[in-house]
């Protein structure tokens, strides 16, 4: 039964019939509020995952592709995992960096950013908290100096940025910015 039946009085409760038309009617629109209810939770920017987060994406308009260096893959001395015979030997010819779909955590922050940017007023006063929502976790810190000559230096701050959370702040996906203003990055006093 339904939380409709649960709502019959108990003059039509001892009705079986009565009771199972009432649930036949009521069952459908059970079934979709439960539908809606899931497609809500797939789509929230904090739960959604893999596809879902595209859509998202596609909806707020940042696309999961950045150019990033390429790391773990050339021979190197510094990691036993691509010393002699693991690592590919780089060719002066072979680019340092390639596009690549960045994670779902990455992702979701850059997201973040552009639904920041998307509803910010252009007021300095709105600007911390608008770079606040973007690591909800309060993992990075991200402050800003308008330095009066029509840039503004952002500050990110963490104990361990990993080098695509990097490219993208280096990049600007993360930037909330008037136009005409240009940004200086400094990260972990860079």
Known sequence: MS???DLITNYHRGKPLFVDHIDLVTRSQQETISVFNEIVTALDID??????LDILGEWIGRDRRINAPVEDYFFTFDKA?????LGSWKDRYEPDSGIINVDDEDYRTMLRAKIG???WD?????LPGILQSIYPQQD???????NQDMTVTVYVTAK???TITSE??????????PAGVAVNYKINGE
């Open 122 to 126: 252009g007021t300095a006063d709105s």
């Open 168 to 177: 993208i702040i280096k990049q600007g996906y993360l930037a909330i910015k």
């Open 160 to 162: 361990n940025i990993s």
């Open 117 to 119: 940017a998307n509803r």
């Open 3 to 5: 939380k409709y039946t």
């Open 47 to 52: 739960s959604a995952t893999g596809d879902q």
């Open 81 to 85: 995992s691509l010393g002699f015979n």
């Open 140 to 146: 990075i810190k991200i402050t800003f100096t308008d």
